[in-house]
Every structure is written in structure tokens, then in C-alpha cells.
């Protein structure tokens, strides 16, 4: 607490006494434009850190998160891919919303959201088109709000190119955790 508050006390003396040097060196616009840049500083810091924008800035706290529906879930995920430096495609569902991602080393996600990981009979294949003449297949991505059972994980292992991001991870995620760090190590 006390190194804390030297610190306060310095930065403060630090202002005030650069405000007064600049006021006998140029006059009274100095410490006006001071005082206008420093409310400025703070106007911006407070503006980010409002629910509305922390979340336009790709952040979510857990409680956010429960209360999405699946949309709102795709739309979180897509800009929490674009904060990590993904570009992200909404592809139009009706009832399944999907991502088409890829980031700057070229890997490319295909993000589906679903209650469990195994495909239904009557669900489409992963991903219908190819990426831009890629003969790479992108990753699938299969995000969940829960956690995955054993038989999913299992599955997703059985796929190869298969990633589950449950409940845990996606908080990790939302909360600024890089995207690569849960998924990529060492990128």
C-alpha cells in the first residue's frame, strides 16, 4: 500500500511541477492543455473500461458469457478471435451460426457452436467450401459454454484436426487470455 501511494504522490508532484515550469516558460496555454489532455486521458480510459466497449474490445466476464444465447455467443467468439489478430467471417445459419477465421501465419479455423461435440446424422459436413485455393484443411473448433465428456474428447482426438474450447477455457479466453496460448503453444 505505502509503495503504492509514493508513487501517486510522485507522479502528482512530477505534473504539477512540469505544469508550473511550463506556465513560466510559455504562459498560461501550458497548464490549460495539461489539464485538457489529462481530462481527455481519463475521459478514454473510463470509456473503455464500460461493459459495452470492454466487450466491442473482444472482453467478457464470466456472468456475460452464461447470458449469451448462441448468436450472441458466435458474435463474442468472433471478436475475441479479432482482438487476437484473426480475420473472421460470420457464415450465414439460421440455426447454427459459423466462423470462418484465419490468422496471420495463414491457420484457419472453421468455429461451430453446439451443446455436444459429435456431429448429428443430419448435420452438414464441417465446412463446404475451401479457403481462398488453400488444399490445407482448417481446424475445427467446436466451442461449448460446459465442459466435454470423455466420448467428445475422444472423438475430437479420433478427428485430428478437431479443438474443443469448454466452459473453462472460454472464460480463460474472454478475460484476455491470447488465443494461441490456449490452443498453439510457443506461437
Known amino acids: 500500500m505505502l509503495p503504492a501511494l509514493a508513487v501517486v504522490v510522485l507522479a502528482v508532484c512530477a505534473l504539477a511541477a512540469a505544469l508550473a515550469a511550463g506556465y513560466r516558460a510559455a ?3 501550458v497548464p490549460l492543455a495539461g489539464v485538457v489532455l489529462l481530462l481527455l486521458i481519463t475521459a478514454v480510459v473510463l470509456r473503455r473500461r464500460r461493459p459495452g466497449m470492454r ?4 472482453y467478457y466476464t464470466p456472468e456475460e458469457l452464461l447470458e449469451l444465447d448462441t448468436q450472441g455467443l458466435a458474435l463474442a467468439v468472433a471478436r475475441m478471435l479479432r482482438r487476437d489478430g484473426w ?3 460470420l457464415l450465414p445459419a439460421a440455426d447454427r451460426p459459423r466462423l470462418c477465421a484465419e490468422d496471420r501465419g495463414g491457420r484457419q479455423l472453421d468455429v461451430v457452436f453446439r451443446p455436444v461435440a459429435e456431429p448429428l446424422p443430419d448435420e452438414d459436413p464441417p465446412h463446404p467450401h475451401r479457403h481462398r485455393g488453400r488444399t490445407q484443411k482448417p481446424v475445427q473448433l467446436i466451442v461449448h459454454r460446459g465442459s466435454f465428456r470423455a466420448r467428445d474428447i475422444q472423438w475430437a482426438r479420433r478427428q ?5 474450447l469448454d466452459g473453462p477455457a472460454l472464460r480463460r479466453w474472454a478475460e484476455g487470455t ?3 496460448e490456449l ?3 510457443g506461437s
Open 160 to 164: 485430428g484436426n478437431t479443438r474443443l
Open 55 to 58: 466487450r466491442r474490445l473482444g
Open 178 to 180: 491470447y488465443f494461441g
Open 27 to 29: 504562459g498560461i496555454g
Open 87 to 89: 480475420r473472421v467471417r
Open 183 to 185: 490452443f498453439f503453444p
